[in-house]
Structure formats: C-alpha cells, structure tokens
C-alpha cells in the first residue's frame, strides 16, 4: 500500500489501513523499544502503546517527515520515557531497601537477550546491550536507529528531530564510549 493511501485510509479510519500499518512496522518498533528497554515485557506493552499513540493521533500527522520516521519518533520517545521511569523506580527502590521499609527492588534482568542475535553470540550481545544500557540517552537512541535498525544518518536526525551533524556526533560519541566500556570485555576474551 503506498503510503499516501495509507495515511489517508488511516485518517478515515480504516481498520484494514490499521491492521496493515501494525504489520509492517510491528517488528521494527518492537526491536527499536527492546533495544532501549532491554526488558521483553516492558518492550511489548510500549510497542502497544505506540501504535495507540498513532491511532489516536493520526489527525495531527501533517505528513512533513515519513510515517515510518514519526513512528521511530514516537517509538523512542515512549521508550526514553519508559526508561526513566525504570530508572527513577530502581534507584527508589534501592534507597528504599537501604532503610529497610522495603526489601523488594524492581526487577529489571541483568541477562537481557535480544531476540535478533544468534545463538553463538548470546555472550558477546549480552555485553554489547549492557555497555549500550551505559550510554546517555541521546546517544543509545542515535546507536539503536543507526546499528539495529539500519537507519542512515539522515533518517536519525529526522525521528531525533537533529542537525545530521548532531546524529555524526553522537555516534562518533556513543562508539568511543562502548570502545572504551567494551575493552576490556575483548582484551579478557583473547586470553
């Protein structure tokens, strides 16, 4: 379906428009929102959340940028957001069990698994999604569009709402960051 007729039939309703725009970008916003999340649970109930959010807001696409790169847009929002609550409930949770009112501390898998990585990579993934799960914000976004979901530069700058000097920075930013994390990871692997 061309994508004019798409947004169109979106506009009017169409289930059939709807029910075609989940499956073809179904599989792209899930990875995008795991990738951030690293939580498959998390990651599934955000996903749903992003094609609600463009259900209801459908109206409001002006169609200046692509569909698929104001769903990328709404996808990492929800998913940053989504993060921060995580990130806000770990650290409450771990001052909370400190003082000793509650012992229980949000859950949150230190062996996430991409679904995407071969079998005889599930250690190195691991490593790779813990050092990305370290990167500012900003620049876990920039390195999941460009490195898991293929997104060129300018497809980046366009969901991030970025200069494409913004996205080159951030990448070049975010790969000296995991060289540096992921170092010694491959020095001790060698061994």
């Not at 929002?77 to 989504?82: F, H, I, S, W």
């Not at 997104?151 to 913004?166: G, K, P, R, T």
């Amino acid at each position: 379906m061309e994508e004019k007729a798409l947004i169109i039939d979106l506009k009017n309703g169409s289930e059939f428009a709807f029910r075609h725009l989940v499956e073809t970008f179904q599989n792209k916003v899930f990875n995008t929102v795991l990738s951030i999340l690293q939580n498959t649970d998390d990651a599934e109930d955000i996903s749903q959340e992003v094609f609600i959010e463009v259900y209801e807001s459908i109206q409001l696409f002006r169609g200046e940028a692509k569909l698929s790169t104001w769903i990328y847009r709404i996808a990492t929002t929800k998913a940053l957001e989504a993060y921060r609550k995580q990130k806000t409930a770990k650290r409450f949770a771990f001052f909370t069990s400190l003082f000793g009112q509650d012992n229980e501390a949000i859950h949150h898998p230190a062996t996430f698994e991409h679904p995407g990585i071969e079998l005889e990579n599930k250690e190195r993934g691991k490593v790779l999604f813990k050092a990305i799960d370290k990167l500012p914000d900003n620049q876990k976004v920039a390195f999941t569009l460009c490195n898991i979901e293929g997104l060129s530069y300018q497809e980046i700058a366009e969901v991030m709402q970025v200069s494409l000097s913004s996205v080159e920075s951030l990448l070049f930013r975010a790969r000296t960051i995991l060289r540096k994390l992921l170092k010694e990871y491959y020095m001790n692997e060698e061994i």
